[in-house]
């Protein structure tokens, strides 16, 4: 049963402190999204990628996040520093972009929490 | 610019009784249009998908939706609702020729069902 796989599930961090989340994509899926949710703002898309190439990144502060695929089996995502603003489930997803109608297949989630 | 509305942030259903979470859309050309649900700390699952051809679509858990172009609608109905569909549910479009943003799915705002015992 492949699934994308998220670490780590939770985290809490102080204020200013980086924070790495990592993403491990449906193998053989060649993009990959990540999303943040919030009660506030609901899904937003982040960054996405497609054969590990960043096409996408306009909806991520770019002076803190930053989103890489340093393989085509993992996707990060980093905040450094970070700020209690940030705290948000981010949710990777997967998929194939050979149908535009492909669907995407969302991991568990990281629950972070900046104090 | 695509977007998805979801009028409803909530609703209730009496387990036994059909129900329906709604569903309008905006795009430029003809639509993909896709339905996610998601379960308290969970990740987004798909349900179904309307690609082209039959208006009614028929997806997991018994669920379908139905397409009207005309309305530019795509409600989320199941004939019998259970506790179980109690979740949180997302509608999502894709315009079949998009670019730039475009090329990715919005996501609506979700709409809370809660089906009661």
């Known amino acids: 049963d492949a699934r994308v796989t998220q670490t780590p599930r939770d985290k809490v961090t102080e204020m200013g402190q980086e924070v790495t989340m990592r993403c491990q994509p449906i193998l053989g899926h060649n993009t990959v999204f990540w999303y943040r949710q919030t009660m506030m703002q609901g899904l937003e898309l982040l960054a996405y990628?497609?054969?590990?190439?960043?096409?996408?990144d306009s909806g991520m502060p770019k002076d803190r996040f930053s989103a890489e695929m340093p393989d085509a089996t993992l996707a990060t995502l980093k905040i450094q520093p970070s700020e209690p603003r940030d705290s948000a489930v981010y949710f990777c997803a997967s998929g194939l972009s050979s149908r535009a109608y492909n669907e995407q297949f969302f991991g568990p989630g990281t629950r972070l929490t900046v104090l | 610019a695509q977007s998805v509305a979801q009028p409803e942030d909530q609703v209730n259903v009496a387990e036994g009784n059909p129900l329906t979470v709604k569903c309008t859309y905006s795009?430029?050309?003809?639509?993909?249009l896709f339905w996610y649900v998601q379960y308290p700390n969970r990740g987004l699952q798909f349900l179904l998908k309307y690609i082209t051809g039959d208006n009614l679509v028929k997806g997991s858990y018994g669920f379908e939706a139905e397409f009207n172009k005309s309305q530019t609608s795509f409600h989320l109905k199941k004939p019998s609702a259970l506790v179980s569909d109690s979740a949180l549910y997302f509608c999502?479009?894709?315009?079949?020729?998009?670019?730039?943003?475009?090329?990715?799915?919005?996501f609506g705002s979700g709409t809370q069902l809660t089906v009661l015992p």
């Open positions: 999502a479009v894709r315009g079949q020729i998009s670019s730039g943003s475009a090329r990715q799915l919005t």
């Open positions: 795009v430029s050309g003809n639509p993909y």
């Open positions: 990628f497609r054969n590990r190439a960043p096409l996408d």
